[in-house]
């Protein structure tokens, strides 16, 4: 029996050069050192032998099983070393790989416009008003002072909905109406910022839809100069200390007298180029003071109060910043030119 014991060790020892992987040595294990395994087997058998040959067996079953034991302890690092650096290697990154360029998303040139407006007219006591793109004839027209068959009226402008006297504003002026009836009797500056509608043939200089920022001050001492004065502190402001502003006389039937503001081009400074059709100014504004029939109309009495007001549009101002030839890239959702701001 002590044969078989030296044969099974010369055989387990040589199988275990050849164990490879963690399944293999498993394998091994249970054959031979396991509760199962053969050399635990032959230590059970010990009763079998004569006792006088009991101790000496017993001895060196026990010392072949130990130094097995201990050769499987060596194996198993080995091999759970070798395991490791396999699955490191497999799973190696190679941290000198550029990456890959994440998009992130920008706020669209018309929101950063809007929060420049807001900004500066902010620091002027110009606090937002936000008044409904839904109207009706009463608050967009009538109250405004159109006249009854004004062209603005017509058709070709307005979006009207199948709902009797629902339309969609055409322009921000109809805020003025309603600030006023919800701040009588005090002094009002506000601006309106928002989204207007025209019923228009899309094309590279109008859109459906574009926004305005309407201006409204309204109070006991408020002349032509205070108009004057803020819109051009207000240029100043949005295109630096050295702009020229000048004022237009126009016609808007909510105001009288009515004017519309340039300033000396941005991009050629005055000398003409294709922005500002070489007029070298560029248009910025509608503006005017109240109408006494529309102060009217808003609860204030015409001969206690004064007002002025203004109309802007950051979209027409981008363009004009940018060189934009095309309103429709506006909303149009295209990357190539939104990424470029
Ligand atoms: N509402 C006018 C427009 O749509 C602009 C404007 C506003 C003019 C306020 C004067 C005063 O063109």
Not at 269 to 274: N, S, T, V
Request: proline fraction near 5%; aromatic fraction near 10%; glycine fraction near 8%.
């Amino acid at each position: 029996m002590l044969e078989e014991l030296e044969a099974l060790n010369d055989e387990a020892r040589a199988e275990l050069v050849e164990v490879a992987d963690s399944e293999a040595l498993r394998t091994w294990e249970l054959a031979y050192i396991g509760r199962n395994g053969q050399v635990t087997g032959m230590l059970r058998r010990v009763g079998d032998l004569p006792p006088a040959q009991r101790p000496a067996f017993g001895q060196r079953a026990n010392e072949v099983k130990n130094a097995l034991q201990a050769a499987y302890g060596e194996r198993e690092q080995a091999i759970k070393a070798a395991e490791l650096a396999e699955r490191l290697a497999a799973g190696a990154l190679d941290v000198s790989l550029p990456g890959r360029p994440v998009l992130t998303g920008g706020l669209h040139p018309t929101t950063r416009m809007l929060r420049r407006f807001y900004e500066i007219w902010a620091d002027m006591g110009f606090q937002v008003y936000r008044s409904r793109d839904v109207e009706d004839d009463m608050h967009n027209f009538e109250l405004l002072n159109f006249p009854p068959h004004h062209p603005a009226r017509d058709m070709q402008d307005t979006f009207f909905t199948t709902e009797k006297d629902v339309i969609l504003r055409t322009h921000t002026s109809p805020g003025q109406i309603r600030a006023m009836r919800e701040y009588y009797p005090e002094p009002i500056r506000v601006i309106l910022p928002g989204m207007c509608y025209r019923h228009e043939q899309i094309t590279a200089r109008s859109e459906v839809q574009f926004n305005q920022v309407e201006g409204l001050a309204v109070g006991r001492n408020i002349r032509m100069t205070d108009l004057k004065g803020t819109i051009a502190e207000f240029a100043r402001r949005m295109y630096g200390s050295d702009r020229q502003v000048r004022f237009r006389a126009s016609y808007f039937p909510f105001t009288e007298p009515s004017m519309e503001v340039d300033v000396s081009c941005i991009l050629c400074d005055g000398a003409g180029c294709r922005v500002c059709k070489y007029t070298g100014w560029l248009e910025i504004a509608g503006s005017g003071m109240v109408h006494p029939n529309v102060l009217r109309n808003g609860g204030y009495d015409p001969a206690v109060y004064t007002g002025f007001a203004f109309g802007m549009g950051p979209e027409r101002m981008i363009m004009q910043k940018h060189g934009i030839e095309d309103i429709r890239y506006f909303w149009g959702n295209d990357l190539r030119f939104l990424q470029q701001f």
